[in-house]
Structures are given as C-alpha cells and as structure tokens.
C-alpha cells in the first residue's frame, strides 16, 4: 500500500500554469541556462520548474525575487500592485 502525504500547500493547476507564465516573464529573452546561473540555481531546477511543473521552494523563489528586484508576492501569487506589469510580461 502506498501512502503519499498530502501537501495542502502545493500548487493547484491553474496557478502551476500562472507561476511558470510569470517565471518565463522574468526569464525574459535569457536562456534558462544564464538565468538558473544568475540566479544562483542548477539548469535542472529551473527547467523543472518550467517544464514539468516542478514546484519551487520558499528559498529559490527568495533568491529570484531579490536577484530579479520584484515581489515575492508577485513571483509567487501573481498579488502585487507594483509588479502587476512587469517589464517583459507586456500589459
């Protein structure tokens, strides 16, 4: 029998799909090779991220927020007036 714990944190479809829209905006016209290195992340993860679905601990979405000056709300949530129009997410 296999149990696997729930996690009441992790993300629901829609928002997965929301996050990894906003983490490409960030990304911009970077490979995900020269943003993960920027970021202080392996390729892998990052990819992970965008690819699979991968979902990000609280400390890498820190390091991107305060690597790419936003909001943390916003990276995360996609909830902050400040960063609602991100330079490459367009209007």
């Excluded at 911009?28 to 991968?54: C, D, P, V």
């Excluded at 927020?65 to 367009?90: C, Q």
Aim: proline share 3%.
């Amino acid at each position: 029998m296999e149990y696997r714990k729930e996690n009441k944190f992790a993300f629901d479809e829609v928002r997965k799909e929301s996050f990894i829209r906003r983490l490409k905006s960030v990304i911009g016209e970077r490979s995900i090779r020269a943003a993960a290195k920027e970021w202080g992340l392996s390729f892998s993860t990052l990819n992970n991220y965008i690819t699979r679905g991968t979902e990000p601990s609280f400390v890498a979405m820190q390091a991107i927020a305060f690597a790419e000056g936003i909001s943390l709300d916003w990276l995360a949530f996609g909830t902050d007036d400040s960063n609602m129009n991100h330079p490459n997410e367009g209007p």
